[in-house]
């Protein structure tokens, strides 16, 4: 029996674009970005341990090793990627027919239907949980908090120092690139040549803007500590060329022939090298002058990947694995409520006679949650989000944020 009956029966009904990939591949890339992220906020709570098992490796070994699991919240990075593919599909499906663009007004409806009923859920059941934390504030500090997380701002601001649900800063940032996107459309996804010099100039404006950033919050460490995170993980400016990455890559899988297998597993290949490079740069440099500039080669190798699984290569038979593309679709979901999820079963761990060994524990409670999350992720996509889009969305496509 399949695990979510209704879930694979959704599965099946999903539809694919004029021209690219069948979806399962994109929704197994989906499902791998939002395990990445449960495993970083997993590991959070066990970072001394982690520290400790690398540190017996051998030395090039464990400092590798302890710099991609740090990087596990790449997960976010790759949204930001399939993001751009994803939503660049249908504007390239209109072209490729000669029908008109979709009115702005439209593409907003349809992301306001496909984020905002589970997100208001989620933030719903994040507040009730964390309750005494809203009490703690001052009544001008907790509604300003309740409203920055009502209009999608907690990216960005956050009042009182309120965060119900940590990983949603990044809807922010999503949300930020929907706004751009009915402007972004005509100029990266225009067919010919006449996208080129737009993406090179808004890839190296992203790049730029994001070192010069960089530069700025290491020299207002004192005043402005935020501002590191803030500027290097949060702003669209830092992460438009992740969007845009994604889009080009969209544009170039429409209109060219399917990358054979030789050429797909090249380019996977050199793709993973590329983030394990980065992962190691980040990490030691990343506090130091000149510390923004490996986060481009993070986004080079990620839009490699989503371009190679739209080959015929091994990246595309391993997205197309049944369980993970399940867990791709309802991967929004489980995206918002996988925090939830740890914090509830970490409060029950606490309760319980649990294993001393730091590995076992954090075994037994990942397991534990990311059943909870993913059961939560599935009674959202099935009864929040599916039915949120068919109804306002007025689209069977359901991409992922």
């Known amino acids: 029996m399949a695990p979510f009956p209704s879930l694979a029966s959704l599965l099946s009904a999903r539809t694919t674009s004029a021209g690219t990939e069948?979806?399962?591949?994109?929704?197994?890339?989906?499902?791998?970005a939002v395990l990445a992220v449960f495993l970083q906020h997993l590991l959070d709570g066990y970072r001394p341990s982690l520290g400790q098992f690398c540190s017996r490796l051998p030395s090039p070994l464990g400092l590798l090793v302890e710099a991609t699991v740090s990087h596990a919240h790449v997960g976010v990075d790759l949204f930001f990627v399939l993001s751009g593919f994803t939503l660049s599909l249908p504007w390239l499906a209109r072209a490729a027919s000669n029908q008109p663009v979709q009115?702005?007004?439209?593409?907003?409806?349809?992301?306001?239907a496909r984020l905002v009923p589970a997100y208001a859920l989620a933030v719903f059941a994040a507040a009730l949980v964390f309750r005494e934390r809203i009490v703690a504030l001052a009544p001008g500090d907790a509604a300003a908090a309740l409203a920055t997380h009502a209009l999608m701002l907690q990216g960005y601001l956050s009042p009182g120092g309120l965060v119900l649900i940590g990983a949603s800063w990044s809807l922010t940032t999503e949300v930020s690139f929907y706004l751009l996107f009915p402007w972004l459309a005509p100029?990266?996804?225009s067919?010919?040549?006449?996208a080129i010099p737009w993406a090179i100039a808004l890839f190296f404006f992203a790049w730029l803007s994001r070192a010069a950033l960089h530069e700025l919050a290491l020299e207002k460490t004192a005043t402005w500590p935020g501002l590191l995170e803030l500027s290097q993980r949060r702003f669209i400016s830092s992460r438009l060329d992740q969007f845009v990455l994604g889009m080009t890559?969209?544009?170039?899988a429409t209109r060219r022939p399917r990358l054979p297998r030789l050429h797909a597993d090249g380019l996977a290949?050199?793709?993973l090298a590329g983030l394990l490079v980065a992962f190691r740069l980040d990490a030691q440099l990343y506090g130091h002058r000149g510390g923004g500039?490996?986060?481009?080669?993070?986004?080079?190798?990620?839009?490699?990947?989503?371009?190679?699984?739209?080959?015929?290569?091994?990246?595309?038979?391993?997205?197309?694995?049944?369980?993970?593309?399940?867990?791709?679709?309802?991967?929004?979901?489980?995206?918002?409520f996988h925090q939830l999820a740890l914090e509830a079963v970490r409060r029950a761990a606490a309760a319980l006679p649990m294993p001393a060994a730091p590995w076992l524990h954090g075994a037994l409670v990942g397991i534990a949650a990311l059943a909870l999350a993913i059961a939560a992720g599935t009674a959202s996509y099935v009864f929040i989000e599916r039915p949120a889009l068919l109804r306002w969305g007025r689209s069977a496509r359901l991409s992922g944020p």
Do not use: K
Not at 191 to 194: A, I
């Open 269 to 271: 290949a050199a793709s």
């Open 103 to 112: 009115p702005a007004a439209t593409f907003f409806r349809r992301r306001a």
């Open 187 to 189: 100029r990266v996804l």
């Open 22 to 32: 069948p979806l399962p591949a994109l929704d197994g890339l989906r499902g791998l």
């Open 249 to 252: 890559a969209a544009a170039f």
């Open 293 to 336: 500039a490996p986060y481009a080669l993070v986004s080079l190798s990620l839009a490699g990947l989503v371009f190679a699984a739209t080959g015929s290569g091994v990246v595309q038979r391993f997205a197309r694995w049944r369980w993970l593309t399940g867990l791709g679709v309802v991967s929004y979901g489980v995206f918002l």
């Open 191 to 194: 067919p010919g040549t006449r």
